[in-house]
């Protein structure tokens, strides 16, 4: 696999926010998204067997493990890196674009989806499998980054159509106003969590954190 970064802090979104984690970032994407903060991570990798990548996540003193990218599923090894983690009785998360199917990695124990789905600002709405959605578990978690108000109305459209039985985060763009976001969500009486990316709160913008 190619693998561009392991490293080991704090999940910074979603469910797991806060706790100490191991983070697996693999190389390659098929997305642009125009906020992307890991373009780094588009091609620049070093090659790694799933073995390889077991013995370098043992160094850590750690069982939650974060599958990110790039694009995980972008690689087709991922699927059988995720269930050699989890027989190493490691709970596992894997963060996903929302343009690959999922429906061969559900229902897995120990296992999390944190799906996006992406909105207009980030260009690439119309590369999203919305299928996914119906096939997460109230385990799960679903989340949308929104920059501004017409990303915000087209993610409340995604909900009402396809009412997803996970938890929703609403996530403002890196340096957007959080306060705007979450006066909306008040106003709306929308019943989503408001997520801010505390890794970048704590260490700032940059890699390996």
């Known amino acids: 696999m190619e693998i561009n970064e392991i490293f080991y802090s704090l999940q910074g979104e979603g469910l797991l926010v806060g706790t100490p984690s191991i983070f697996v970032r693999t190389s390659g994407c098929n997305l642009r998204c125009t906020y992307c903060d890991t373009t780094y991570a588009y091609s620049k990798g070093t090659e790694m067997t799933i073995q390889e990548i077991l013995t370098e996540v043992k160094k850590y003193p750690c069982s939650y493990i974060c599958i990110t990218g790039g694009e995980p599923l972008f690689q087709k090894e991922t699927p059988k890196l995720i269930d050699s983690l989890l027989k190493k009785n490691y709970s596992v998360c894997l963060e996903t674009n929302g ?111």
């Open 99 to 209: 343009s690959f199917s999922i429906m061969n990695l559900v229902g897995k124990k120990s296992f999390i989806i944190s799906l996006d789905i992406k909105c207009p600002s980030s260009g690439s709405q119309d590369d999203m499998n919305m299928n996914n959605i119906f096939a997460l578990s109230k385990d799960d978690q679903l989340k949308f980054i929104i920059k501004n108000k017409e990303d915000y109305l087209y993610a409340k459209e995604v909900l009402k159509k396809y009412n997803p039985i996970c938890t929703v985060f609403f996530q403002p763009v890196w340096e957007t106003n959080p306060k705007m976001l979450a006066s909306w969500i008040l106003r709306d009486g929308l019943q989503v969590r408001l997520s801010i990316q505390l890794h970048k709160i704590v260490w700032g913008a940059k890699r390996g954190v």
